[in-house]
Nanobody, 126 residues
Framework: QVQLVESGGGSVQAGGSLRLSCAAS????????MGWFRQAPGKEREGVAA????????YYSDSVKGRFTISHDNAKRTVYLQMNSLKVEDTDMYYC???????????????????WGKGTLVTISS
């Protein structure tokens, strides 16, 4: 059984930093894609960042490029999202996902993801 456990969410002021972690247990395929998505109530899920372990390719949405950094520890099947210079508009529920491909035009589509975490809340105050 595959399980994704996210951690690191919380509340910070604008300009601050947070680091999200997601550990994927039970997922044995390789290479794989792990990514972070975010979704606010009533809005579509947005791909934020993803990394493909077959080559270490990384993908970022334009809204976070230059501020967020995704990395992974293959041995631990864990992906990290370092979020710096946080903005109020980064407030969202953040979901981790793992799958066979970083799909979509920009590598941030949900189509290649097979398993999803339950989410961790990030709240940025002004």
């Amino acid at each position: 059984q595959v399980q994704l456990v996210e951690s690191g969410g919380g509340s910070v002021q604008a300009g601050g930093s947070l680091r999200l972690s997601c550990a994927a247990s039970g997922y044995t395929s390789s290479p794989y894609c792990m990514g972070w998505f975010r979704q606010a109530p009533g809005k579509e899920r947005e791909g934020v960042a993803a990394i493909y372990t077959g080559g270490g390719y990384t993908y970022y949405s334009d809204s976070v490029k230059g501020r967020f950094t995704i990395s992974h520890d293959n041995a631990k099947r864990t992906v990290y999202l370092q979020m710096n210079s946080l903005k109020v508009e980064d407030t969202d529920m953040y979901y981790c996902a793992v799958g066979f491909a970083c799909a979509g035009r920009n590598g941030l589509g949900p189509g290649g993801m097979q398993y999803w975490g339950k989410g961790t809340l990030v709240t940025i105050s002004s």
